[in-house]
């Protein structure tokens, strides 16, 4: 494969990512989330362990930090998180700013903030997160990791810390 050629997969695999994440598993977790009868087990389409996990709260019971090794963790997890929200009323999230970065033709970071709301858009919550997803052999994208925090801010660039040297 030429560079021109290997330069177009990684920026078709930027947009299947962005597709993948925004068109099917933010729709498929607000579902599982808003509905108290939904089957949190479709979380496992998306993401899959090990799942590596860093989230920082102000509520210890809702930090993690670590790995959900097998799928009855990841949905220990989930539960933790989604509880929360739904006893607040959750229906949907907005999303302030995000941007999606294609490592390669298999593997991208997208990173979002997510203001997750009542359905008379009161905002429950507001997190800053970076996930990491990587397509299979099937072709299918899928979370392998995730890192949040909370914040303020509507952007990105305001949100996470980077330094060069």
Same mark, same amino acid.
């Given at each position: ?25 933010? *729709?498929?977790?607000?579902? $599982? ?5 939904? %089957? @949190?087990? &479709? +979380? /496992?389409? =998306? ?10 709260? *102000?509520?210890?019971?809702? $930090? ?5 090794? %097998? @799928?009855? &963790? +990841? /949905?220990? =997890? ?25 490592? &390669? ?61």
């Amino acid at each position: 494969m030429d560079l021109r050629q290997y330069k177009d997969n990684v920026a078709r695999a930027a947009e299947e990512a962005r597709n993948w994440f925004f068109d099917q598993y933010l *729709p498929a977790w607000t579902a $599982a989330a808003a509905n108290p009868s939904a %089957d @949190p087990r &479709s +979380v /496992l389409n =998306y993401w899959v362990p090990p799942l590596g996990v860093s989230v920082d709260d *102000p509520d210890p019971a809702r $930090a993690v930090y670590g790995w959900c090794p %097998d @799928p009855d &963790s +990841v /949905l220990g =997890y989930l539960a933790a998180q989604q509880e929360p929200l739904k006893a607040a009323g959750y229906t949907h999230t907005e999303v302030p700013d995000s941007r999606v970065t294609a490592y &390669s033709s298999r593997s991208a970071g997208i990173e979002v903030i997510w203001s997750r709301r009542t359905a008379d858009n009161t905002e429950i919550e507001r997190l800053a997160v970076h996930f990491e997803v990587r397509r299979d052999d099937s072709g299918t994208w899928r979370i392998i990791a995730f890192a949040a925090h909370p914040t303020d801010s509507d952007r990105l660039a305001d949100t996470f810390v980077t330094v060069t040297p």
